[in-house]
């Protein structure tokens, strides 16, 4: 006689009836985090999730057990993802003062600083800050975030979010696009290949002409631009304090922004994104 009982049958079909949920959303999470994430482990995280979901779940709740599941599913899965996590704070802390080092320095001179420059003000060396840098871009998403480095729980926007929480998503994913596509040609061609295309930035120099120092350089020009160019439009209290109105430097960013609010309107920005926020196919 087998010891399986009407309630273990159920709670079986359940699982198997919903494990193609658990593939709907990986799927939905993979198109939001670095490619590095292992397909596999993440499935695996999410059938065992499922597996608890089918035996915690209460009928007297009133709540299908599809939107129950999703919900167990998508913790497993961020909790999976926090586990990839590796970046420590103190890469975070050190991104932030070379990133406010960098900033600085270049409203203080009226040109990108180089590595040495940035290494003096910070009072470390150059092997320092081009680790540092190395350490921060391997963890960095980019995302909305302001584009720093973020944990797991900034990798993945909520699914479920409401009409109007999605709007905004994708309104500023159409900034995004938007400041990308407004960079200067070297600053855009370096975002292109190095975060987009995932091109070796060895090759990306080669294209270029330049070292693969001076790509690190345009590198952060770039996500500094990018992130101020947002915060602008988006977010104005987070926006870096701008150089003097007269300086050169202050001038080319204004009119960088400018440029990102030309470039479009809201119909525009939402159209780059489907209704589920994924970006549609250019």
Same mark, same amino acid.
């Given at each position: 006689m ?6 273990d049958?159920?709670r079986e ?6 494990m193609?949920l658990?593939g709907h ?5 993979l198109a939001?985090?670095?490619?590095h994430?292992n397909?596999?482990?993440l499935?695996s ?8 979901a089918? +035996?915690g779940f209460d009928t007297d709740r009133g709540?299908?057990?599809?939107r129950?599941a ?17 970046a420590?704070?103190?890469?975070r802390?050190?991104?932030? +003062?070379t990133d406010?080092?960098r900033?600085?320095l270049?409203?203080?001179l ?5 590595v040495?420059?940035?290494a003096?003000?910070l009072?470390?060396?150059v ?11 391997r963890?960095?998403?980019f995302?909305?975030q302001?584009f ?6 900034d990798?993945?926007?909520e699914p479920s979010?409401g009409?109007e929480e ?10 995004? +696009?938007?400041?990308?596509d407004a ?6 061609a370096v975002v292109?290949g190095?975060f987009?295309?995932e091109r070796p930035?060895?090759r990306i120099a080669d ?13 952060a ?5 990018l ?6 439009h988006?977010?104005?209290?987070m926006a ?7 300086g050169?430097v202050a001038?080319r960013?204004?009119a960088y ?5 030309a470039?479009?309107?809201? +119909?525009t920005r939402l159209?780059?994104t489907g209704p589920d926020g ?5």
């Amino acid at each position: 006689m087998s010891g399986v009982t009407p309630v273990d049958r159920r709670r079986e079909d359940i699982v198997q009836e919903h494990m193609p949920l658990v593939g709907h959303l990986v799927r939905e999470m993979l198109a939001r985090v670095p490619q590095h994430v292992n397909r596999d482990d993440l499935m695996s995280a999410g059938y065992a999730a499922l597996v608890h979901a089918a +035996r915690g779940f209460d009928t007297d709740r009133g709540v299908p057990f599809a939107r129950f599941a999703a919900a167990r599913v998508r913790g497993a899965l961020l909790d999976e993802l926090r586990g990839l996590d590796w970046a420590s704070r103190s890469v975070r802390q050190r991104a932030r +003062r070379t990133d406010t080092a960098r900033q600085e320095l270049t409203a203080e001179l009226g040109r990108t600083p180089t590595v040495q420059e940035v290494a003096d003000r910070l009072g470390c060396s150059v092997e320092d800050i081009e680790h540092a840098d190395d350490d921060v871009h391997r963890a960095v998403v980019f995302s909305l975030q302001g584009f720093a480095t973020a944990a797991a729980d900034d990798m993945v926007t909520e699914p479920s979010a409401g009409p109007e929480e999605m709007l905004i998503r994708r309104e500023k994913l159409g900034y995004l +696009r938007h400041a990308v596509d407004a960079l200067p040609d070297r600053l855009r061609a370096v975002v292109q290949g190095y975060f987009f295309d995932e091109r070796p930035m060895a090759r990306i120099a080669d294209d270029l002409g330049v070292t693969e120092s001076r790509v690190s350089q345009l590198r952060a020009e770039a996500l500094g631009l990018l992130r101020d160019g947002l915060n602008t439009h988006l977010d104005p209290s987070m926006a870096a304090q701008a150089p003097p109105k007269e300086g050169c430097v202050a001038r080319r960013r204004a009119a960088y922004y400018d440029q990102i609010s030309a470039r479009g309107d809201l +119909r525009t920005r939402l159209a780059m994104t489907g209704p589920d926020g994924l970006p549609r196919a250019a």
